[in-house]
């Protein structure tokens, strides 16, 4: 008998299921019509927030939230002359990265590197709140917070200090609302700008591409994987013996062991313009060091490199193959008897190493529309 308190639940739930009990139900509406018609004014939001919770039990804190710092990440008052927004640089459908070498800031100006695409991780937050992580693509900053902060502030991108921005949009009535259910206060603080933001982007996840889905499906790496193609399973072959050993981060389920490199220099140059991790660091082994990138939804995020100097992966895949340049910082994976690796790639291994990088795109991610610009 121990068990018969689960009756009266099971009978309950038993007669509300039956159509008489639709008709009972109370519809809880999320936002007042009030708020629901002031929001709808400037913004394309659901009745309901998009649930981001990364977990299975529904998370409202974190919906209202990431919904903040939505709408943030998309809103070009946060530039000095409304020109720009983060997703100015980062865009959704470019797995939140940019299509040209260097993009648009304030006033016409150009940022001083590549933008790095966010959407190129399992997790975003997995990835951010790793100790190891580092940002920019000299690695200068180890935490979102610090990231955000001067990635807002440079003059060349954002150009605004976040005081500014809290004064600039105090009085947006959008804003009011969203803050309220987000942190149960009206006032946007500078605090709460980086808080929304950071929940925004750590919400950011892909895993959902053919890659995802074979790896799933088979758990030995070196095995011919049924849900790709024979010039697919060959390039994956050929990353497992070249490749991964720099870019085993976010795959995983192809590295027989993780190498955690963060930060290289591959040999684009004998003498560097950019001194990468250099530029604050006087180490002479800091000297163009740059950023190892995650591979994931790699197909859309060209160009390729800091400078993005490489519009194609045939490009990125020929460096590789016959040009890595012997700097002194060149690592050592990169070498072979002291001097610069020449892989030596054939055409038909080339294209089967394009076609298994092209796996890992995840369609689905780019076109999420809890990721997409509320103001349009």
Known sequence: M??????????????????????DKVSIKYYSEEEYETLTASLNLPENPFSYSTSFVPD?????????????????????????????????????????????????RSTARNSIALGVFRSFSEYSNDPGTTLFWDGRVDNLHDQMIETIANPNEMGMELHEIKEKIKDLEYYKILTLKAFNTEVLSESLILFSLEGFMNSINSSRSKFDNAARSS??????????????NEGKQLFINHCQNCHSNGLEEISSFFNDIRS???????????????????????????KVPSLRNIELSAPYMHDGRFATLE???????????????????????????????????????????KTLTDTKMVTEAKWSDPFI
């Open 2 to 23: 121990k068990n018969s308190y689960l009756i009266p639940v099971l009978l309950f739930g038993l007669i509300c299921a039956l159509p008489s009990c639709e008709a």
């Open 60 to 108: 409202h804190r974190t919906d209202a939230v990431a919904t903040l710092g939505r709408v943030l990440f998309y809103d070009k008052n946060l530039s000095k002359d409304n020109s720009v927004s983060c997703a100015s640089c980062h865009k959704q459908n470019l797995a939140f990265a940019d299509d040209v070498p260097f993009s648009q800031g304030i006033e016409g």
């Open 264 to 290: 290289a220099n591959n040999g684009l140059d004998l003498v560097y313009t950019d001194k990468g991790a250099g530029e604050f660091d006087n180490s002479p082994d800091a000297l163009a060091i740059f």
């Open 219 to 232: 758990f030995i790496p070196e095995a011919n994987w049924d849900l790709l193609t024979d010039a697919e």
């Open 315 to 357: 490009d990125v895949i020929d460096f590789y193959s016959e040009g890595i340049q012997g700097h002194v910082n060149l690592h050592p994976f990169l070498k072979e008897n002291g001097h610069p690796k020449r892989f030596n790639f054939t055409e038909t291994e080339k294209e089967a190493l394009i076609q298994f990088l």
